[in-house]
């Protein structure tokens, strides 16, 4: 997790330094920052959890860690970080795209040396220098904006379905009956630290709620300002 949270400053100088730009660029780059820094916060509860998995007073013993492995069957921190890498793709699919219309204009306006050409292609200059995408002259470029948005959407209501249904449930106060294959006596198993974990997954539900939220709104505004309008 430590490698992940470094990549958190290139993040924020992507958004800072690129060179292209487009209707609440900043914002969708600042929710990656919002939601890396919360899922390092989350993950710091879980960072031990076989170690505050308890069964009949020990945790050292072959059935305890049988019963941790049938209690805990369903994947946490990995899950948790391979979602926050497909939220990262689908923000630079975006990227991409506006690089693409970039390399594009730039093209253009070296066989043409004005900016007609690049008003055009829906693209223009900010007196910073940065081409700034105009989403009103092409529903192309609205609909391939609003398809990464809706990709990050699925994204999001997919980890707080995994959140929600998978995680949560495995952190009940307890205690937990447990028997296996290798033992066959019945064991009674407690998670240590409980109430921290829940409210990890809670925080991590609710920035995710708060992101689909805000992309669902974009997307109804988006409808209705560059395609209903145009």
């Known amino acids: 997790m430590a490698a992940i949270v470094t990549g958190l400053i290139p993040i924020l100088r992507t958004a800072v330094d690129a060179t292209t730009t ?11 920052c919002m939601r890396l820094v919360i899922l390092f916060l989350a993950e710091l509860p879980f960072t031990k959890l076989d170690a505050d998995f308890t069964c009949n007073g020990t945790r050292e013993s072959i059935c305890s860690k049988a019963c941790f492995n049938r209690h805990f069957h369903k994947p946490m921190m990995v899950a948790w970080n391979f979602i926050y890498v ?33 008003e055009a292609q829906g693209v223009s200059t900010d007196p910073k220098g940065k081409m700034v995408i105009d989403l009103h002259r092409d529903r192309g470029t609205v ?88």
């Open 143 to 230: 609909s391939f904006y609003l398809l990464s948005i809706s990709l990050r959407i699925l994204v999001e209501a997919w980890f707080v379905y995994i959140l929600l249904s998978w995680n949560l449930p495995a952190l009940n106060d307890g205690p937990y009956e447990c028997s296996t294959d290798i033992c066959s006596e019945l064991h009674v198993c407690v998670v240590r630290a409980a109430p921290e974990k829940r409210m990890s997954i809670y925080a991590l539900a609710s920035i995710s709620g708060m992101i689909i939220v805000c992309s669902v709104l974009f997307c109804i505004y988006s409808i209705a300002h560059y395609l209903c309008k145009s």
């Open 86 to 118: 497909l939220v990262v793709l689908s923000v630079l699919l975006m990227e991409l795209f506006a690089s693409h219309l970039r390399s594009l204009a730039q093209k253009r306006s070296s066989q043409v040396k004005t900016d007609v050409e690049q």
């Open 22 to 32: 487009y209707k609440c660029r900043s914002l969708w780059f600042g929710f990656l």
